[in-house]
């Protein structure tokens, strides 16, 4: 009885996979255009892009690489979840759409304590992604880029609790 039970929970587990990979979320990769992604608005050294591209575009940018398991429900949902995530944080292909410019340095500017606290890129992101972590001298390059975005005028206000 015990084994039959069993046998039966695993057929609806694997009926319940099945149909789950029915349902699939949207995949989406909206058009690039080039005169509204960052490097339009900032100068990006070379160094910091290919770190940016490697380690942050799968989730920040409009150029997701979709890997063969973000075809497999559930993790098909996480995943997808995650980038639709990452893009309305920040999207380096879409800076346009950073209307306010302070607003813009600000998030640039963060970018430093993120990939420093080791955040970015997620560590389950990293697990499946061997290529991404950001090595120390790495972490320094995209710090001093980032950092230079920060307007000292706003730092002394945040430091004096203004």
Same mark, same amino acid.
């Given at each position: 009885?015990?084994?039959?039970?069993?046998?039966?929970?695993?057929?609806?587990?694997?009926?319940?996979? !099945?149909?789950? =990979?029915?349902?699939?979320?949207?995949?989406?990769?909206?058009?690039?255009? @080039?005169?509204? /992604? $960052?490097?339009?608005?900032?100068?990006?050294?070379?160094?910091?892009?290919?770190?940016?591209?490697?380690?942050?575009?799968?989730?920040?940018?409009?150029?997701?690489?979709?890997?063969?398991?973000?075809?497999?429900?559930?993790?098909?949902?996480?995943?997808?979840?995650?980038?639709?995530?990452?893009?309305?944080? !920040?999207?380096? =292909?879409?800076?346009?759409?950073?209307?306010?410019?302070?607003?813009?340095? @600000?998030?640039? /500017? $963060?970018?430093?304590?993120?990939?420093?606290?080791?955040?970015?890129?997620?560590?389950?992101?990293?697990?499946?992604?061997?290529?991404?972590?950001?090595?120390?001298?790495?972490?320094?390059?995209?710090?001093?880029?980032?950092?230079?975005?920060?307007?000292?005028?706003?730092?002394?206000?945040?430091?004096?609790?203004?």
């Amino acid at each position: 009885m015990n084994k039959f039970r069993l046998k039966r929970v695993l057929l609806g587990l694997l009926l319940l996979f !099945i149909l789950a =990979q029915v349902f699939q979320p949207r995949r989406t990769n909206p058009a690039v255009i @080039e005169s509204r /992604g $960052l490097q339009a608005h900032a100068s990006v050294p070379a160094q910091v892009q290919a770190v940016l591209q490697r380690s942050c575009y799968d989730c920040h940018s409009s150029a997701t690489v979709w890997p063969w398991y973000s075809y497999v429900a559930p993790v098909s949902w996480l995943i997808t979840d995650d980038v639709n995530t990452g893009r309305s944080h !920040i999207n380096f =292909q879409d800076w346009e759409a950073q209307e306010n410019p302070k607003e813009a340095a @600000e998030h640039l /500017g $963060l970018i430093c304590e993120e990939v420093r606290k080791q955040d970015m890129p997620p560590v389950q992101y990293r697990v499946m992604h061997r290529n991404s972590p950001l090595s120390p001298e790495e972490v320094q390059t995209v710090c001093s880029w980032s950092q230079s975005f920060i307007n000292p005028a706003d730092s002394d206000d945040k430091k004096s609790g203004q």
